[in-house]
């Protein structure tokens, strides 16, 4: 398997632009988690989904952040507009219920710069 | 409600050292636990795993004991590497009928070694 797959690995935009982050998660996972680190907040987990519903979302920060899962095997993260504090690397992992103790499998990340 | 906590880093040792990283939990029932290991400029990987108390998750030297008693699951590596350098995070998955499916994870410990 390919593993999780995310696109772009990185994205420089400047403020107030919309930004779409993909993932691609690993084939027969039913739960896909969006998270986001820093140096300041470390690893935070912003929304995850089960079999594409949404489950919590209130990792959130504001409403200028989206996520949507159209189908078992493609999610996107939208920021509009964006803001220089939203500059992090945001990382996707996958997990499946099936397995013991739900282990999550990260994608590279992309690294977001806002200027 | 669940937690996490690890030792605080960095951790500095030389190569061929003996390491440890504290990790203590609290959670309700009889959680999953983890360990994920984050080299520079990638995504967390599954380093190692238990799903029930006393057994013993190891991987490429690394190894860590579910202890329940005290509540924590140490890691350990007899001799370590300069390519052991990474930020290493301790996790939990709630488990039985309480699992949502989300990881919770500790702030994550750096490790450098020297040659």
């Known amino acids: 398997d390919a593993g999780v797959i995310q696109s772009p690995r990185h994205e420089v935009t400047e403020m107030g632009q919309e930004v779409t982050l993909r993932c691609k998660p690993i084939?027969?996972?039913?739960?896909l988690f969006w998270y986001r680190q820093t140096m300041m907040r470390g690893l935070e987990l912003l929304i995850y989904f089960n079999n594409n519903v949404p489950i919590d979302d209130s990792g959130m920060p504001e409403d200028r952040f989206s996520a949507k899962m159209p189908n078992a095997s493609f999610s996107t993260l939208k920021i509009q507009p964006s803001e220089p504090r939203d500059s992090a690397v945001y990382f996707c992992?996958?997990?499946?219920?099936?397995?013991?103790?739900?282990?999550?499998?990260f994608g590279p990340g992309t690294r977001l710069t806002v200027t | 409600g669940n937690s996490v906590t690890q030792m605080e880093g960095p951790v500095t040792l030389s190569e061929e050292a003996f390491l440890t990283i504290n990790c203590t939990y609290t959670?309700?029932?009889?959680?999953?636990l983890f360990w994920y290991v984050q080299y520079p400029g990638e995504g967390l990987q599954l380093l190692l795993k238990a799903t029930k108390a006393d057994d013993k998750g190891s991987n490429k030297g690394f190894e860590a004991t579910y202890r329940k008693e005290t509540t924590s699951f140490h890691l350990e590596k007899g001799s370590v590497q300069v390519s052991d350098s990474a930020v290493y995070f301790c996790?939990?998955?709630?488990?039985?009928?309480?699992?949502?499916?989300?990881?919770?994870f500790g702030q994550g410990t750096t490790l450098q070694v020297k040659p």
């Open positions: 996790a939990l998955s709630r488990g039985g009928s309480g699992n949502t499916g989300k990881l919770i």
């Open positions: 992992a996958s997990s499946a219920s099936s397995g013991r103790g739900y282990e999550q499998y």
């Open positions: 084939s027969g996972h039913d739960y």
């Open positions: 959670a309700t029932g009889y959680p999953s």
